[in-house]
């Protein structure tokens, strides 16, 4: 599980595919005796496992899902990519739950001057959007962003130049396509209300239980 913010911009060595899998090796300014073999870091929002790591990088494998389903497949040496490890329960939760799951894709169709920040439109396909919602979150290449508005095809958010300087939005102009993942709890709502015998009965006395415990 992570928060969505960013620790470290990394920068690809190497990617090596075969047989619809791949292994991704990421040089970072992490620190390194803080990483161990089996620790899961976030790269552009997709939750690796750590295989090996040492002198100012990491290893990880990248599964077939992992490639068919997120940008990942088509990073390249020397770009830049978003890095966070994972939350630990005793940190502040400064952004919002972030599985690392990637949904989809989304594409950069606008990105424009915004007084003190820079604004971004996405357009995602209908089965992600259904998961958004105005002054909701969403995780944008990982990065926690709050939804501003959401439209028939998408949605648009605004980056401070805080964060803009320390992501790879940096470098993200229009045309570009981002890893998308929704809000969790979206999910699970949408899961707990569908269609199923008992099911809205069953719904109700969830939803009730993640109102007691603060997550409605």
Do not use: W
């Amino acid at each position: 599980m992570f928060t969505g913010l960013i620790e470290d911009l990394g920068s690809v060595r190497s990617l090596q595919t075969a047989g619809g899998s791949g292994v991704i090796t990421i040089a970072t300014a992490l620190p390194m005796d803080e990483i161990a073999p089996g620790d899961s870091i976030a790269v552009n929002g997709v939750c690796l496992t750590v295989t090996a790591f040492g002198d100012g990088q990491f290893s990880a494998d990248v599964s077939a899902e992992s490639l068919s389903r997120t940008l990942l497949g088509e990073l390249r040496p020397g770009q830049q990519v978003n890095l966070e490890r994972a939350l630990r329960l005793s940190d502040r939760l400064g952004g919002h739950l972030v599985s690392g799951h990637v949904d989809g894709l989304g594409k950069i169709t606008e990105r424009r001057p915004d007084r003190n920040a820079v604004r971004f439109t996405v357009e995602v396909a209908p089965s992600l959007g259904r998961y958004l919602a105005e002054k909701g979150s969403v995780a944008v290449d990982g990065i926690s962003l709050t939804v501003n508005r959401v439209f028939d095809r998408g949605f648009s958010f605004a980056v401070i130049p805080h964060s803009l300087s320390r992501t790879t939005l940096q470098e993200r102009r229009v045309g570009s396509r981002v890893n998308i993942e929704t809000d969790l709890l979206a999910k699970y709502v949408e899961r707990l209300l569908g269609p199923q015998p008992g099911g809205a009965e069953r719904a109700l006395l969830s939803l009730d239980t993640l109102a007691k415990h603060g997550f409605l």
